[in-house]
């Protein structure tokens, strides 16, 4: 199993590191938990023989951006950047069109794409995305979705595989995405390698995500979120805040799921998550209080939304 890094200036150094490590670590291991497991062999891509990444390390390549064909695996390291204007800055720089101009030439019928945090959006310029579905870092999916409309974001698993590509979350999502490729050449070797670096599962970014960094200026949903915040210790009914707001509840359901790609009760659960998250670091109010600030009856409600954000698969909390 051959795996190629891509790497350039400016790419996240915690990124490849855990990349290098990871692969490192399951080769290592191989032999000890099957030897009929292929070999896994780990090459770094860049357009020069030395790459600085944006902690100062430096990253020694041993091929270039043109020698990717015989490849199983191309991973992309992620851009390093952290506000939308910077990523897309970088994105025009002359290190990342090479690197859209390689992947370019990787043939996704035999060769698996992978990616995570911002390396997404560089698989994304290709257009190799359009038509998937992917995840990403979570406060920059905005941006992502309004420059790759093509493309569907999940953001409620950590990990997402779509055919030859494989994606995930923020910055240090790229161990689960690691974690990933190499279960995909043994789910047992990946689960050797979880346990002995002390990897716990992390099934979903939505628990981190915080709603104010999902900027966006429609006004109705504006107003929809300002009427939420000052009645978040009330019962929710979408019907009520669209007449509370002037709107009508399909129109309502309609534009958030436009805008931001929730439903109205998806938002509100997101400001209860952030409100309560606030109230448990900056309080000593015991989880019942909380609860009550925030629109439930009792804890174990709230609970169940936090279960909920944390594990996608478990019942909603309304």
């Known amino acids: 199993m051959r795996i190629g890094l891509l790497v350039l200036d400016g790419c996240l150094g915690s990124a490849v590191a855990s990349i290098i490590d990871i692969v490192t670590a399951a080769e290592a291991l191989r032999p000890a938990v099957d030897p009929s497991i292929p070999g896994i ?26 020698e990717l064909a015989d490849l199983d695996v191309v991973v992309v390291g992620a851009l390093g950047t952290i506000t939308g204007p910077d990523t897309e800055a970088a994105l025009a720089g002359r290190a990342a069109r090479s690197t859209v101009a390689a992947l370019s030439t990787v043939d996704p019928g035999r060769a698996r794409i992978a990616a995570a945090c911002t390396g997404v959006f560089t698989v994304a310029e290709t257009g190799l995305l359009d038509g998937r579905q992917v995840t990403t870092t979570w406060f920059l999916t905005p941006v992502f979705k309004a420059r790759y409309p093509a493309v569907s974001v999940d953001l409620d698993r950590m990990v997402v595989a779509d055919g030859p590509v494989l994606t995930a979350g923020a910055a240090f999502a790229h161990i689960d995405l690691a974690l990933a490729i190499v279960g995909g050449i043994s789910l047992e070797l990946a689960q050797q390698v979880a346990r002995l670096l002390l990897v716990d599962e992390r099934p979903s970014q939505a628990a981190f995500v915080s709603y104010d960094h999902l900027h966006h200026d429609d006004p109705l949903v504006r107003a929809f979120e300002r009427h939420v915040r000052r009645h978040l210790d009330e019962p929710f009914d ?15 359901e309609r534009r958030t799921r436009q805008v931001l790609d929730l439903t109205p009760l998806e938002i509100v659960q997101r400001l209860r998550l952030e409100r309560a998250g606030h109230l448990r670091r900056t309080t000593d109010l015991a989880t019942d209080a909380i609860a009550r600030q925030v629109g439930y009856a009792n804890a174990d409600t709230l609970r169940a939304l936090e279960r909920r954000a944390a594990n996608p698969t478990s019942r909603v909390a309304r």
């Open 41 to 66: 062999e780990l090459s770094v891509a860049g357009p020069r023989k030395r790459v600085t990444a944006s902690n100062g390390m430096t990253i020694t390549t041993d091929r270039t951006l043109r």
């Open 238 to 252: 979408t019907s009520s805040v669209a007449r509370a707001i002037g709107a009508g509840r399909r129109t309502l």
